[in-house]
């Protein structure tokens, strides 16, 4: 459910009703909470909100946050606690072992397959189909995934432990969890493995390493039992012996997968060292590979955009923001002071540019691209790559029939409320005209007005002044009295019709404290553009920082705020990388003006 990254809808603080029915509910789904227990889940005193979001799959959800942690989730009428919850109540929910391997499948969305389930001693939970359940892994109470029990217990052993046991909503690690303060499980020894020995670091190397080959063996046999009947429990099982303190690291470094985190655990360069390097191999790169001589004077900001950029590392990001450096120029003066590859120079009021490089430099001429980067392939990290690739929508002008223009349209045998291309309006007149032999015998070019066409088009002040009408003015006085309105047609999905005009993509300039100017960015999901998107695709393009922002009175919509007057870098990422057509964007000539500074 939330393996993806989910849309927020709304974010807003909970009433007094609403807090006290959301206590009930909890108290009606999880009856062995105290009354103490629920108040203290649900204080009366302190803010909580209610944020709707929509799931990657469209499905609406709604989260009940305390202290910016999500406590709760409904899903399609049903309540669920989340693993913030279930480490504070770790026996709230019935509860399936698994072993630790099994977990990453979880994380990427896989369900929990029978055969990966580890029987303790008392047997089976006792639940029916449906019922909501927690995963745990071996040796730790903690629960790390919520779902519901695809069949009763029953079933299970009548199946012979093959087959969906869990099918599983929410995890640890997972997109709603990273949604909360991102703490990691607390360190609960099951009774079981405290008896066996085998609780966590008491365990001397060579419990520890029967325990890995046990683990092995099991996944091994998840694997053979259920490769014939179920692809999912192979999925699940095929994972490396990963253990969660390093998906912890791995999620605190910011989405690095298991494997690269276990290969530099030992790694004892700081965060800031690792961006330092990987900023100087891209400038030496670009500088070796993509700057030419006869480009500059090189302005700086495009020779981070188009040159270092495009020489990241795949799977990497540059972002200079999380060097020792923060800005760019910092960078180049380091460059230019301590090893002298480069001269900046501001050639114009605030714009500074690369004016030499020193080619000879021994620094650059003994530099060798690091394996698997294409010079001429290489990513852009541009316009919001990585994103699932979008096509602007199909915008179609259309009329509504309105109560005054029935008796028109009823020979057509269009009533109020009907929707009409401007064409279908122009062929319905034109044949109400020629059947009633409206067509003015003097001069075609003029249409006779009848009562019909008095009481629909005219205004009372012309009924006795105006006794025929030209086609032009017919047609448009009959779309002026249709209600307007429009039709979205994304690729693949089907036509949406809204009653008005469409609302452009609005960019406006304002001012925030001591005169700084931000650009912001309205309606954007009005053509399928995700803000988050957009915001970071821009934050890449001119390295300044961005947000979203509600937007008031609105519930589902958000704007973009992105420092300095970038509505030129807006307008070309639009127009040229979205495809938008220029008259659905409103602003791009608050643009500044060539010359001057902003």
Not at 156 to 165: Q, Y
Not at 374 to 386: F, I, K, L, R
Not at 400 to 406: I, T
Not at 457 to 476: A, I, R
Request: charged fraction near 25%.
């Amino acid at each position: 459910m939330f393996a993806r990254p989910f849309r927020v809808k709304s974010n807003t603080a909970i009433k007094g009703s609403d807090r006290r029915k959301l206590k009930a509910d909890i108290s009606a789904a999880f009856p062995s909470l105290s009354a103490d227990d629920v108040s203290e889940l649900v204080p009366n005193k302190e803010e909580l909100n209610v944020v709707k979001v929509y799931a990657h799959k469209g499905d609406a959800v709604t989260l009940y946050v305390l202290h910016k942690n999500p406590l709760f989730f409904e899903l399609e009428k049903r309540l669920y606690p989340t693993v913030y919850v279930l480490w504070r109540y770790p026996n709230l929910l019935p509860t399936f072992r698994t072993w630790t391997p099994v977990l990453q499948k979880l994380i990427g969305g896989a369900d929990l397959m029978l055969p990966g389930v580890v029987v303790s001693s008392g047997g089976l939970p006792d639940v029916n189909q449906g019922s909501c359940c927690a995963v745990t892994v071996v040796n730790n109470r903690a629960p790390v995934a919520v779902g519901t029990a695809a069949v009763s217990t029953a079933e299970m052993r009548s199946l012979g432990m093959k087959g969906r046991g869990v099918c599983v909503v929410h995890t640890y690690m997972d997109n709603l969890w990273a949604f909360g303060d991102k703490s990691g499980p607390p360190s609960l020894p099951d009774a079981e493995s405290a008896e066996q020995g085998v609780n966590g670091e008491e365990c001397n190397f060579d419990e520890e390493e029967v325990e890995e080959e046990e683990e092995e063996e099991e996944v091994k046999k998840c694997v053979e039992e259920e490769h014939s009947s179920c692809d999912t429990a192979t999925d699940q099982a095929c994972s490396g012996l990963e253990e969660l303190s390093l998906a912890e690291q791995a999620e605190e470094k910011g989405e690095k997968s298991i494997e690269e985190e276990e290969g530099s655990q030992d790694d004892p360069k700081h965060p800031q060292e690792i961006m330092d390097a990987l900023l100087f191999q891209c400038f030496l790169h670009a500088l070796k590979s993509k700057v030419k001589k006869s480009e500059l004077p090189l302005l700086t900001s495009t020779f981070l955009r188009n040159h270092m950029f495009s020489c990241c590392p795949s799977g990497k990001q540059l972002d200079i923001k999380k060097s020792s450096y923060k800005k760019l120029s910092k960078f180049l003066q380091a460059m230019q002071q301590q090893h002298n590859l480069v001269r900046v120079k501001e050639l114009t009021k605030g714009v500074e540019s690369i004016v030499e490089v020193d080619w000879k430099n021994q620094a650059l001429r003994s530099f060798s691209a690091p394996e698997g980067i294409d010079d001429e392939a290489a990513p852009m990290q541009d316009g919001g790559e990585g994103e699932a690739p979008y096509y602007p929508p199909e915008i179609t002008t259309l009329y509504s029939v309105s109560a005054r223009l029935g008796p028109l349209f009823l020979e057509a045998n269009k009533r109020k409320g009907a929707v009409l291309q401007p064409a279908e309006v122009r062929s319905i007149v034109t044949e109400y005209v020629k059947n009633n032999e409206l067509v003015d015998e003097n001069n075609k070019n003029y249409v006779t007005i009848n009562p019909t066409l008095c009481d629909c088009l005219l205004e009372k002040s012309e009924y006795q002044e105006v006794q025929s009408l030209k086609w032009d003015d017919l047609f448009s006085r009959t779309l002026g009295r249709m209600q307007e309105c429009y039709q979205v047609v994304f690729p693949g999905l089907a036509p949406v019709t809204r009653k008005g005009h469409i609302e452009p993509i609005d960019i406006s300039v304002a001012s925030r404290g001591s005169n700084k100017k931000v650009t912001l960015i309205k309606n954007l999901e009005v053509y399928g553009l995700d803000p988050a998107v957009v915001a970071t695709a821009l934050q890449r393009r001119v390295q300044a920082s961005s947000v979203l922002q509600p937007i008031p009175g609105s519930k589902d919509k958000v704007l973009v705020q992105i420092q300095g007057n970038q509505i030129h870098q807006v307008g070309n990422l639009l127009l040229d990388h979205y495809r938008i057509p220029r008259k659905y964007i409103q602003g791009l000539e608050k643009a500044p003006k060539g010359g001057k500074k902003k």
